[in-house]
């Protein structure tokens, strides 16, 4: 038996990875995990459709430049849209003056290169609201720093970026401590007078539905971040007609579009996809197709619901049964021996405060994948801990009467292990794959930010959003999953009182 199900999850693992790393004839889109960047990829991928063998695989949300950028270094993404000044500034650590030629000639050794010019600047910048820039006569960065007492959310990759606030902070002089935050929530917090200044990128499109100034950037701080295609070099050679289309988006789309799209995105929850169908069809020029608004319950019960549930379960599933199959034997091995026991336990404990999407990026970085592969095996990581710490200490509470009177009976260690030991360690045991399930169907939801798929997949698109029904649509099933797990456990450790209640059969006579 353990030997099939040790089978059968490796077969299950491996199939999973499979699965999510699609053939070499396939154009791979990446994009960052904000509204922008997810209408981009859609933008690309069906630019390049129809000049390809098999659909391009879109990879939405993979995260911050950190993420993104690996994925496209180690061949998980063909490609995705980017900008000159995190080009220059985040990635090559270098200075915002550099031209194209320069960034092509410090990427290629890594195989990368910069192209197709999309004909906009994003740039950041800080904004807070019209009535505050007014009574305090708020028009410049220079003017924000002459009020201490005012309060900024920043996105946390901002605050983190070599071009964000710190750079910023000591141009300026702001003695303010910045709280950190999404940025799809900080527009929302700024509305509510929760604080008084963000970042923005200057093509959202709720600067000017909230009516927020965005202040001028006096001592030009900000490099021009104008929007390319940062690609693997290999690219143009190994699908060249595809290449060639994504070559006539060069130019055709100004900031006054790149707005528009924003716009129907956030204000009026239109699909991405068609919003980069509209754009290709009219070329950005009216032919926008008119869908109704959806409701929480088209959301919550879409025709993605069953694909994502299956691909959780798949998650949750796998890393749980393979994070059985190795903590409990070395928990088992390690229990007789004090220093090793608490070494191993140690250093799953270790594993357990590493933040995830760091995991997730340190993973991506060593094999060169992102997708089911890395979600499974640091979901696995994230597994260990109540596994091993739950086999150990059911093993510590079987009385030594009962160890010693396996013993007397001649039974060997192994046959004493399998027969007295485990059997009377098992309810300790299940509670312990029973918290390693519910933490992984709660992690689970972190998969979909290297393109795993599962309940995160709304949770992400919902953030970069700000749309509270798509957040629920992602939260309540993954919710669900939760609850029903717990009830599968409770009937099953309910069955297992009852069979040791139960009298033992009568002899015949």
């Excluded at 220079?142 to 005012?150: F, G, K, M, Q, Y």
């Amino acid at each position: 038996m353990l030997r099939a199900a040790l089978l059968f999850l490796a077969m299950a693992w491996l199939g999973a990875a499979a699965s999510a790393q699609p053939g070499e004839g396939t154009l791979r889109v990446g994009s960052k995990r904000f509204t922008e960047s997810y209408i981009l990829a859609e933008l690309l991928a069906q630019t390049a459709a129809p000049h390809t063998a098999s659909p391009p695989v879109v990879r939405q949300g993979l995260g911050n430049t950190a993420i993104v950028y690996e994925a496209l270094r180690s061949g998980a993404i063909d490609l995705y849209a980017e900008y000159t000044g995190t080009i220059a500034l985040e990635i090559l650590k270098g200075s915002p003056a550099e031209t194209r030629e320069a960034m092509n000639a410090a990427l290629a050794p890594m195989g990368l290169g910069v192209a197709i010019p999309l004909g906009f600047n994003d740039g950041y910048a800080l904004a807070v609201r019209a009535a505050d820039a007014e009574r305090l006569g708020l028009r410049t960065l220079s003017d924000l720093a002459r009020h201490p007492e005012l309060k900024l959310g920043l996105s946390n990759e901002f605050l983190g970026r070599a071009d964000g606030w710190k750079g910023l902070a000591a141009h300026y002089g702001f003695t303010q401590a910045p709280t950190g935050l999404d940025h799809g929530l900080a527009y929302e917090a700024v509305a509510a007078k929760q604080i008084d200044a963000i970042d923005i990128y200057t093509t959202d499109a709720k600067i000017e539905h909230l009516g927020l100034r965005v202040l001028e950037d006096d001592r030009k701080y900000f490099p021009r971040y104008d929007a390319v295609v940062l690609y693997r070099l290999d690219l143009p050679t190994r699908l060249p007609r595809a290449w060639a289309a994504l070559k006539t988006l060069e130019g055709r789309i100004d900031e006054h579009a790149m707005i528009a799209m924003n716009a129907r995105a956030e204000l009026q929850s239109v699909p991405f996809d068609t919003i980069a169908r509209d754009f290709l069809a009219g070329a950005g020029q009216g032919a926008k197709t008119q869908e109704p608004r959806r409701g929480f319950s088209a959301k919550l019960f879409g025709p993605d619901l069953w694909q994502l549930a299956r691909q959780h379960l798949v998650l949750v599933a796998v890393s749980v049964g393979v994070a059985i199959l190795i903590g409990v034997p070395l928990a088992i091995l390690v229990f007789p021996h004090v220093r090793l026991r608490a070494l191993v336990l140690g250093f799953a404990s270790l594993l357990q405060t590493v933040p995830s999407l760091a995991l997730l990026a340190v993973l991506i970085s060593m094999l060169g994948a992102i997708g089911a592969l890395p979600a499974l095996i640091a979901l696995t990581l994230y597994s260990l801990l109540p596994i091993m710490r739950n086999t150990v200490t059911g093993l510590a509470e079987v009385p030594n009467g009962l160890r010693l009177a396996g013993t007397a009976l001649g039974m060997t260690p192994p046959q004493s292990l399998r027969l007295v030991l485990l059997p009377l360690a098992l309810p300790t045991l299940l509670a312990g794959v029973r918290t390693a399930t519910a933490i992984a169907i709660g992690t689970a939801t972190i998969a979909a930010f290297i393109g795993a798929g599962g309940f995160g997949e709304r949770i992400v698109t919902g953030l970069a959003l700000n749309d509270r029904e798509l957040l629920l649509a992602g939260a309540l099933p993954a919710a669900a999953l939760a609850l029903l797990s717990e009830g599968i456990f409770e009937l099953v450790e309910m069955l297992m009182r009852r069979r040791r209640r139960a009298p033992p059969p009568s002899l015949p006579p």
